[in-house]
DNA sequence: GCGTGATCATGA
DNA sequence: TCATGATCACGC
């Protein structure tokens, strides 16, 4: 691992000069080996990156750059220049929502300023000849927020009421509510229909891909 | 089991 | 073709 950033302009700095290398170059310089490909790994390009900017939080539920209050992602970019997957947040609480609101939630907290790094993502490009893009520093403008709130407010309204089971993909406009975890046998506690608990699938928010897109897109025009 | 890092794989 | 629901690895 690489000292940790003391500013926003040296993580910025450092992000810059990873443009253009590949994964494995960066991976040669960590002295990591690169997996034949991300079926067993689907992390790796993540810890790569953190690696090489000096990411302090690990599997803390803070951000990458606590001093700094940045979050790293990631996104892989098909040959369409469009983020191929979608992008997980944060797991989602299910119990114990009272006094939870939009301004005090996890996720807006993860969301107030990420850095990201688009990296080649098509599978037919071998995991070590991939190329990291240039880095983009995000905050959500307010037009956004705005959309996240909504969406956030929609999913955790049901989620409230005991519906967490018919929440899918689709619901939300930016942002979606999908399963989270090791298998579809790892449960924990919700809010049944009628208030009982039950026992259900964790959940993540994920940001869809058509709003990561709109960011990326907005970011290479200006 | 939870939270971190995400992508896989199949049905529509 | 593509998004949804499922899954992989790791530290604790």
Redesign the pocket.
Known sequence: MRPTPQTEQELLNRAHDLAGLTLGELAQQAGIATPP???????W???L??WHLGAT?G???VP?FVDLGI????I?IGYHGKPL??T?V??APLIGLQGLHWENSHIRHKLAKVLWIPVE?E?DIPLADRHVGSPLLWSPSANEEQRLRRDWEELMDMIVLGQVEQI???HGEIL?L????????????AYGANGQPIKT??R?FYL??NFTAELLERYFIL
């Open positions: 490909d991300l079926k067993r790994d689907k992390g390009v993540g810890q990156l953190e939080a599997s803390q539920p990458d979050e790293l992602k990631t892989p997957e979608t997980f944060c797991v993502g599978r899918t993909a689709r979606q999908r399963p989270k975890a090791a298998n579809s046998k790892a449960l924990t506690e699938l964790p993540g869809k891909t």
